[in-house]
């Protein structure tokens, strides 16, 4: 143990309880590290697990990661003598750490902590003081938690970044990755950018079954992605109980991940690598709408998606169809939220337009509020001055009514935004969600 009295450090070479004891009293020092990482929604669907405990999946998955300037998870991770237990605040509430999937990830990447020093606050700890010293964990999300929008994906991929980070443990993202899978499935694509495939693995320990970059966000930088956010509340079926009752009663599940996923795999690793949006496209939609099958053929069945969801489906179907060559692919993950994934710029924008004509706000709605993230796009539909929602002229392609501008208030809000990069830490001690004196939340 080493301790910074003024310009003087003594070291101190203690064994058993009298180093734990010394360690406790010795300083109140806190370190800390704070990370931002991406969600992800996938374009070929996990669903199903053959392994409920260390969530082993049936099927492999791909996945786009999103801007995490638009969609992240924000954890700041802190370590001290001083801290008593283990404690967690998400989104400024107290939960607690007492799960299996918490305690597992937490517990991996303890055993994998290196030596840290920091020089500058006279901090050094040592790999075997990582198993003794407690951690407080702060984590906040800029979107819905339990709403279908892969929130505990982000949360559990950035609680294991920053604990790496703040433990100094050497491992590459595909390692960390089988760790913050440990927590949330979905969360092992969330340690890379770009395009992500979540390989399924064949061992028992789980060992091979990890993330790996197919390509980073710069390969496909043309496309668009619109969220259409249905609803906000919590899901009625958590992703987790779905799953199970799936492979449990589902004949159709059992067919998709035999028979179907590995070739969709395959064709869809070769439509990122070669931008094929009209391949993408056609596998997106057909998976996505095979996954909502999978759902209402299990007993009892369960429906994410609503009727404003089937109407965006619609749209963007007979939109597709009126161009002769797909322009937005979608995909809606365990929830009612449309993903909408647009070929190119001029695209989404006319994209935007037809969502907000059928969908329009609530007649006290700003448009900021209404359309979030990359606000931009707000202009080039015409919109961002002057000209309200109501000037929109019904998309010409569409010639069958889907519906009218009575439907005041089915989406709650759009999300603009684009594929991105994967975690990295936050440098800016403003950005902490912990105070650096206490360790306790802002």
Sequence with gaps: LQISLGTRSITYTLGGASRENFLMAAEKWVYMVTAQTPTNIAVIKYWGKRDEVRILPVNDSISVTLDPDHLCTVTTVAVSPAFDRDRMWLNGKEISLSGSRYQNCLRE??????????????????????????????????????????????????????????????????????????????????????????????????????????????????????????????????????????????????????????????QMEEAIKNRDFASFTKLSCADSNQFHAVCLDTSPPIFYMNDTSHRIISLVEKWNRSEGTPQVAYTFDAGPNAVLIARNRKVAVQLLQGLLYYFPPKSDTDMRSYVVGDTSILKEAGLDGENSVESLQPPPEIKDNIGSQDQKGEVSYFICTRPGRGPVVLPDQTQTLLDPETGLPK
């Design 109 to 266: 990447i303890r055993g994998r902590g290196g030596d840290v020093e920091d020089k500058e606050k006279g901090i050094r700890i040592e790999k075997k003081d990582w198993e003794k010293l407690h951690l407080h964990i702060a984590s906040h999300n800029n979107f819905p938690t339990a709403a279908g929008l892969a929130s505990s994906a982000a949360g559990f991929a950035c609680l294991v970044f920053s604990l790496a980070k703040l433990m100094n443990v050497d491992e590459d993202p595909s390692h960390l990755s089988a760790i913050a899978r440990q927590g949330s499935g979905s969360a092992c694509r969330s340690l890379f950018g770009g395009f992500v495939k979540w390989t399924m693995g064949s061992k028992e320990d789980g060992s091979d079954s990890v993330a790996v970059q197919l390509a980073d966000e710069k390969h496909w930088d043309d496309l668009v992605i619109i969220i259409a956010v249905v609803s906000s509340r919590q899901k009625e079926t958590s992703s987790t109980s779905g799953m199970r009752e799936s492979v449990e009663t589902s004949l159709l599940l059992q067919h998709r991940a035999r028979d179907v996923v590995p070739k969709r795999i395959l």
